[in-house]
């Protein structure tokens, strides 16, 4: 099998005619749970997955740095001394925009050497496995080191962020990159996303013979973007009305009172919120005594509250997920942002093959389109490669 490391090499060299400096990589992530509690400043378990984001840089002897990628056909340059936030755009705003957010977190754009990046990727785009952080993360891992800045693992994540939500424009939160940044294999990564606090915590899924399968029902939804703005809104509105500076102050205990206080709807989308961040808890503490076989009713209830209270389940989304459950998965939920996307399923290895069947007939029953379906497993984060 061709590694993705030579293919990034060699089209490095016939870009620009000499060899890398060296190559650094960063995946994709999976949430395991843990879903719209980021911004409620609530918690989050994700994991860095096999799917890899891989940057080839070589130094240059002036101070600019261009971009280039197997994802489009154009090269961006740009002398480092005019980079902004602004003068950016397209898919080469993820990288160029964290070369602008280091200068924000320490790094001199006038006097570092610039450089030439190219980068591959068999991160999914747009399955929400954030190939978006994988990129970001990737670029920010080498040019910390090239430029010798010295950074933490969370400085780089709130570099990722500061891009994406400043470069590239998308209000996103900081779990993808930290779980990018800090994911080890075989574990999750706990992050409370008040304090940034995080813990590494072991999912031993191969010893339990489990596997996390992703189906990817391919649905967007045109009001995915409207749908997490009103979520949002809902969970402001909320945390005004019961006296809290976000979400994250409540507990289940206050949740009677919520009901009496809230209309419906903003009850329900709060106490989505306040019930998931219980289950990450629950999830984290379950992991450690139990294993991975006992959190399974766990992701179910989590897809339960998001189908029921918080409202941003699919048709398809639901199809998976009581396909997956039927078909011998201990627990299965819809993940990411919600309005389409992917359900993850926590299956026993023997029963993954039966999971494939099951989906494809479902679907077909259904006259929806057949999802993709495919094993992640939880990998190391961002690093140098060569
Ligand atoms: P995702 O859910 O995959 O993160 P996003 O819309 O957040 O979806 O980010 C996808 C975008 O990131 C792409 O449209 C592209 O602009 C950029 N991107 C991701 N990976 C690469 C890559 N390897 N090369 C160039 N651009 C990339
Ligand atoms: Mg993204």
Redesign the pocket.
Known sequence: MNDIRDDVAAAFEQWTGRAPDGIWSAP?RVNLIGEHTDYNEGFVLPFAIDRR?VVALGMRDDAVIRVA????DEVAEIPLAELSAEAVS??????LGVAWALGRHGADLAAVPGVDLF???D?????????????ESAVAVALDEVWRLGLTRQQLAQVGRLA?NEA?G?P?GIM?QSASLLGRADAAVFLDCRTLDTEIVALGLADAGLAIAVIDTGVTHAHATGGYRERRASCEAGAAALGVASLRDLGVDDLDRARTELDDITYRRVKHIVTENQRVLDTVATLQADGPTAIGELLDASHRSMRDDFEISVPELDLAVETALQAGALGARMT?GGFGGAAIALVPLEAVSMLQVSIDGAFAEHGYGIPDVFLVRPADGAGRDR
């Open positions: 994709g984001t990628s197997t994802f489009a397209g898919w080469a705003a993820y990288p980068i591959d990727s991160v999914p785009v747009g399955a929400g496995l954030s190939s978006s952080a994988a990129i994406e590239v998308a996103t993808d990411g």
